[in-house]
């Protein structure tokens, strides 16, 4: 055995130890020198979890142990397979010898005690010893030694519910008999025996037990006035000035503001409670409830307190199933008969019990974690189920909107995957402009475990992922309809030249204040320099304070000459990164995002406005490139700038009023819809490639349909059939929306055509479009009453956004 592995449970051992009158050496001097050999199971990181005497015959380090899942009842079998064979031994990890005084022998030799096992403590600032003792009476004891001020204050909160408890006994509940309490020591009976059983599941424990269990101390306060709620705003506040970076601090951000969306003043269902209720606490021996451990007993703690932390702490410690499991299960239990019928008369709000659960929970559990040097893997568990709790709760009631909890989610995902936000400029991850993309930089193992864990988010509807060589983009459509965009990039390209090494970006990042890992200034300055300089484009204003000293935006000779000196842009590296450029343009014709939108009805409907703001809503929103066509695709310009050149002949059209022709003559019109036809026929072709290819969306001022019903406006006297017909050999836009409104409406807008006409040429397009929805059903012929502009705007939008983020490339 080599001791310098243990030093740091010896000490906590000799610490303890000498506490009860069992000094500990680990060599032999004059006044110690009983030896006591022992065997030691450890735990995964190595240190020393359990002791046991080496003439021990039982397994009594189980006492210690929950065996509440099928592995750890399995090895609870094995243990006690190899005792009755006498193979007990086998189980120590290692041997160990000490040394003591004969007055501490005497506390332990066999005369005494019969047997005995030692368990080292959760670690933590709450940590204790714990030794199990059997007498020769075969009675068991518990003894608990603090080893630190909040190990005292625990035991002696232990003792003062164990008092109480025993003073005034409850019915269904059974508790240990305290035997001996000082400071730092205490003693209680084992209540384990043979006619009891340990309970995983809540459902499956007494109802009448639970009831008389929580029911104690019920009453009622203001809030503000609950000594459990001023603890959590004061431990929340020097988290915040402890500033652990193992704490994220999107999870902080989040439980702040469930704390602001809670009113102070409302009064609230309180009660006393175990404060550690789950499955390793409790037995049951009969219908009789046995709790044991009550170290964080409170009297006023929030409703139902010990139910839901059954649940949450049973779940995650035993497992990790997952918030959602956790979810179920207390939604299920809560909608019982008899738990019904328990909220109904207490009147509990059971959704504000619960959170204030969480808020008192996290507040309390992270500021023992934040005390404690090493975590082990259940804290992360913990941390985990929280966050999804707290996302669930804030988007119950759009506390916060789904994109800015998706953000917090995705600063916690990140929180120990290496990354940098670059050009990431607001102080708070809520500042975020609904506008902005996030640009992280990260290796392209994490940009793929990322986008699975974005496609699993419960508040995220739909993720379009645009896959390239160098990154990936994602697209994001939230439940709320908010949105958020995200580019994930491995490898800084410009076309096929690598203009900088991402990986010392992501490496050399530290964590800012709003959770996010954020570059060097000098990596900000390069990246913003070099991808602006490389796309000759001026440097946004926003991000000039990052320079001391004016920049320009395209880059010098030089500078351009010196990147493509890269040795990753020479040699066989440069051809792979043309090939793998050639592959991405040919990816992003693939990825078609692009959609064309038409917009159709009588001068006075709104058609300009709705445009307008149509355009400006998916450039925010969508952050997708937006262009507006007139009329059609004027690959071929209008007829009279053979007269008089394209610009004047451009302006006379947009000064001259409509339906203001004076072309009467069949012919002339035939050959006019001739040449305006060809240009649909052909320019479909060409804005197919340049826009919808390339992920446009493409709004179209009026479209062909005028030419069926309103061709008067394009100077043409024909048949409205002829025009009709011939539309079937058009593409047919994803979405053809027609905007009328009331006679009386359009002509306060504009006094261009009579009300007569007006309701003559509204009744024709709905006519149009109802005809055209049931003979082209793959496209949408959608009338829009235009009386209110945020609700005309909302449903263009809408739909514009379910047709583009439905189109998801995986």
């Excluded at 019915?171 to 305290?178: D, K, S, V």
């Excluded at 990322?450 to 439940?479: A, G």
Aim: aromatic share 12%.
């Amino acid at each position: 055995m080599n001791k310098l592995v243990y030093t740091s449970d010896i000490q906590r051992l000799q610490t303890g130890l000498t506490k009860i009158g069992i000094p500990l050496a680990t060599k032999p001097t004059t006044a110690a020198n009983c030896t006591i050999s022992c065997y030691l199971y450890r735990n995964p990181d190595g240190s020393i979890r359990w002791l046991w005497p080496i003439w021990s015959d039982q397994p009594d380090f189980l006492r210690f142990y929950h065996a509440g899942s099928r592995q750890a009842r399995w090895f609870v079998w094995l243990v006690r397979l190899l005792f009755r064979l006498k193979r007990g031994h086998w189980m120590g990890h290692d041997r160990i010898t000490f040394y003591t005084t004969e007055a501490g022998y005497q506390l332990l030799r066999r005369t005494q005690v019969n047997r005995w096992a030692l368990f080292t403590g959760t670690a933590g600032p709450n940590r204790k010893l714990v030794i199990w003792y059997n007498t020769q009476v075969e009675k068991g004891f518990f003894l608990k030694v603090a080893l630190a001020e909040p190990a005292v204050i625990n035991l002696r909160q232990e003792a003062l519910a164990l008092r109480q408890l025993q003073q005034n006994p409850l019915l269904q509940l059974a508790t240990p008999q305290l035997e001996a309490y000082s400071e730092s020591m205490l003693i209680q009976e084992d209540m384990g025996d043979a006619d009891t059983w340990q309970i995983n599941k809540l459902a499956e424990l007494p109802y009448g037990a639970m009831q008389e269990f929580v029911s104690q101390n019920w009453h009622t306060k203001p809030l503000q006035q609950a000594d459990f709620w001023t603890s959590a705003l004061d431990a929340l506040v020097k988290l915040r000035v402890a500033n652990d970076s193992r704490i994220p601090v999107s999870l902080l951000d989040k439980l702040e503001r469930l704390i602001q969306s809670l009113d102070e003043q409302a009064p609230i269902a309180v009660a006393s409670a175990h404060g550690d209720f789950t499955p390793w606490n409790i037995l049951l021996r009969g219908h009789k409830l046995c709790v044991i451990d009550w170290e964080l007993y409170r009297a006023e703690l929030p409703g139902l307190y010990d139910l839901f932390h059954f649940q949450y702490q049973s779940m995650v410690m035993l497992g990790n199933q997952g918030f959602n499991a956790i979810r179920r299960e207390v939604d299920t239990i809560l909608k019982q008969t008899d738990w019904r019928l328990f909220r109904e008369r207490n009147s509990v709000d059971v959704d504000l019990a619960e959170k204030l659960y969480l808020i008192h929970t996290i507040t309390y559990y992270l500021s023992v974690y934040s005390r404690q040097p090493d975590w082990h893997q259940q804290v992360n568990w913990l941390l985990d189920t929280w966050n999804q709790a707290l996302t669930y709760w804030l988007g119950q009631k759009q506390v916060v909107s789904d994109r800015k909890l998706v953000l917090h989610d995705l600063a916690f995902w990140l929180h120990k995957q290496p990354h940098a936000a670059l050009k990431f400029l607001p102080t708070y991850l809520d500042a975020l402009p609904d506008s902005s993309d996030l640009d992280l930089a990260m290796p392209r193992q994490t940009a793929k475990q990322l986008v699975r864990y974005v496609r699993q988010h419960p508040l995220i509807r739909q993720v379009t992922v645009d896959h390239r060589s160098f990154m990936k983009q994602l697209h994001i459509q939230c439940l709320d309809n908010t949105s958020l965009h995200v580019d994930l990039i491995w490898t800084f390209k410009r076309k096929h030249l690598e203009f900088m090494d991402a990986h010392a970006v992501w490496e050399q990042a530290t964590l800012a204040p709003h959770g996010l890992n954020v570059p060097t200034l000098a990596c900000n300055q390069t990246y913003v320099r070099r991808f602006y300089g490389l796309n000759n484009a001026l440097i946004p204003a926003r991000y000039r304070h990052l320079f001391d000293e004016p920049v320009i935006g395209s880059l010098l000779a030089e500078s351009v000459t010196d990147i493509r000196a890269m040795p990753q842009n020479r040699g066989w590296r440069a051809v792979r990164s043309r090939l793998a450029y050639g592959l991405d343009t040919l990816r992003s014709f693939a990825f078609q995002r692009g959609m064309i939108v038409t917009f159709s009805g009588v001068d006075g409907a709104g058609k300009s406005t709705v445009i307008e703001q149509t355009k400006l809503e998916i450039e925010k929103k969508l952050r997708q490139r937006v262009i507006v066509l007139r009329h059609r695709p004027s690959l071929l310009p209008i007829l009279s700038a053979w007269q008089y050149g394209r610009r004047e002949a451009e302006q006379r059209s947009t000064n001259r009023l409509p339906r203001q022709g004076t072309n009467q003559s069949g012919l002339s019109s035939l050959l006019r819809f001739a040449y305006y036809y060809a240009d649909y026929l052909l320019g479909q072709f060409y804005v197919q490639v340049k826009y919808v290819w390339r992920g446009y969306i493409v709004l179209y001022d009026r479209y062909y349909f005028d030419f069926i019903n309103d061709s008067r406006r394009s100077n043409v006297q024909l048949p409205s059939g002829l025009a009709a017909g011939l539309y079937r050999f058009l593409m047919k836009p994803q979405l053809n929306v027609f905007l009328y409104a009331p006679a009386e409406d359009i002509l306060r807008r504009k006094q261009e055509l009579d009300a007569e006409t007006i309701a003559d040429l509204t009744r024709q397009y709905l006519g149009l479009f109802d005809s055209l929805q049931k003979q082209y059903p793959s496209s949408e012929y959608m009338p829009v009453l235009n009386q209110d502009l945020p609700v005309t705007l909302t449903r263009i939008f809408d739909r514009i956004q379910r047709t583009t983020v439905g189109t998801l490339v995986g």
